[in-house]
């Protein structure tokens, strides 16, 4: 089972910032792309942002210009920036990681944007 661990969400007004990181083993990290995903109650879980092995990243367009995606090779980690935060953003958010070996998720953290 593939281990990915989460950090970063909590609670913050309209128009903040929230890090979320999420740290993978180094093998699974070097072989996987990794996204973000969120899931609001009473939604589907839907992609945030995703970033390759590669560095080439994809956004969903209610986030494109207010949210970055990255990876960190030297730390494991793949980090979303969050920026301009809307109560819209409220949402669980997962960590994902996808390989030929294995599709991943982390555990969620919760992200809340009060108005």
């Known amino acids: 089972q593939v281990q990915l661990v989460e950090s970063g969400g909590g609670l913050v007004q309209a128009g903040g910032s929230l890090r979320l990181s999420c740290a993978a083993s180094r093998v699974i990290f070097s072989i996987s792309n990794m996204g973000w995903y969120r899931q609001a109650p009473g939604k589907q879980r839907d992609l945030v942002a995703s970033?390759?092995?590669?560095?080439?990243?994809n956004y969903a367009d209610s986030v494109k210009g207010r949210f970055t995606i990255s990876r960190d090779s030297a730390k494991n980690t793949v980090n979303l920036q969050m920026d301009s935060l809307k109560p819209e953003d409220t949402a669980v958010y997962y960590c994902?990681?996808?390989?030929?070996?294995?599709?991943?998720w982390g555990q969620g953290t919760q992200v809340t944007v009060s108005s």
């Open positions: 970033i390759t092995t590669g560095g080439v990243s």
């Open positions: 994902n990681a996808k390989s030929v070996l294995a599709n991943s």
